[in-house]
């Protein structure tokens, strides 16, 4: 892990460009996640965020992306049913109950990011699958309170490990949180583990999105032969949330997060 590269300090003028792209953001996740229900397919959901998307004159970071040369991403969402951990790409599978989904989506507007996931149930489903998405939605949110200024940034991943190894469960390090601003994925890497008081500290202004996959077994993943699609390696179920956060004097500010939200 290199902390090299420079961290963005955001301005007043900035911060109110991401507070807007940020609250569409999650206005448009939460419409999507209130259709997933048994029987909708992930492209009709991803056809669903399209159409949000155009009527708000929005645009999709997602669409096309491309790094290092790998298939462009053919959607607007990513899907990841079960034991997919990230960057399922919506296709004809129909949700069943019993199903857990992590539903994971950005906006560019103006040339500011937004980017926002959250893992929901298909109606019931069993008890292992509820608590490893109660999991790590409290590693996020014990990742999300470390960032206050002074802090380093590795103390973030720190509290994100902690909380899912406690119940025994595998942190992926394969993929980890990011920079965000007038690129999607911008320094620092944020990863979901790690020593405490290393790297460079935390200051007001930096805006970070906080994504940790949290897997009932195994912490590896595999990416399938379409080039993106990263499951478990043992086949054991995986969730995910992210959310875009601001580092303010008095906290951090949860940018894709409005009443209903994750
Ligand atoms: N939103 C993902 C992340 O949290 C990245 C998705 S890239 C895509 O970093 F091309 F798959 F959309
Ligand atoms: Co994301
Ligand atoms: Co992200």
Not at 57 to 75: E, I, R, T
Not at 121 to 130: F, L, R
Not at 151 to 180: C, M, P, T, W
Request: proline share 6%.
């Amino acid at each position: 892990m290199s902390f090299a590269e420079r961290i963005a300090i955001r301005s007043r003028r900035e911060i109110e460009q991401m507070r807007d792209v940020g609250k569409m953001t999650a206005e448009i996740l939460l419409e999507i996640r209130n259709r997933a229900e048994p029987g909708i397919t992930t492209g009709d959901l991803d056809r669903i965020a399209s159409k949000a998307l155009e009527k708000r004159g929005l645009n999709s970071p997602f669409l096309g992306y491309a790094p290092g040369g790998v298939a462009p991403y053919p959607a607007v969402i990513c899907a990841s049913v079960n034991d997919e951990i990230v960057h399922g790409i919506p296709g004809p599978r129909e949700l069943r109950e019993g199903d857990i989904i992590s539903l994971d989506f950005g906006v560019e507007h103006r040339g500011w990011h937004g980017d926002t996931a959250v893992t929901i149930a298909i109606g019931d489903v069993d008890p292992e699958a509820e608590k490893l998405m109660a999991t790590t939605k409290a590693s996020m949110d014990l990742g999300i309170e470390q960032m206050v200024p002074g802090n380093r940034l590795s103390d973030i991943g720190h509290a994100i490990e902690k909380r899912a190894l406690a119940e025994g469960y595998g942190v992926v390090h394969q993929f980890v949180g990011h920079g965000i601003g007038r690129e999607m994925h911008e320094p620092p890497q944020v990863p979901n583990y790690g020593r405490p008081g290393r790297g460079p500290r935390l200051r007001a202004g930096m805006i970070f999105a906080i994504e940790p996959m949290v897997n009932v077994g195994s912490d590896k993943a595999r990416v399938l032969d379409d080039d993106w699609t990263a499951v478990t390696v043992d086949g054991s179920l995986s969730a995910h949330f992210e959310h875009t956060v601001l580092i303010t004097d008095d906290g951090p500010e949860v940018l894709t997060r409005i009443p209903g939200s994750h």
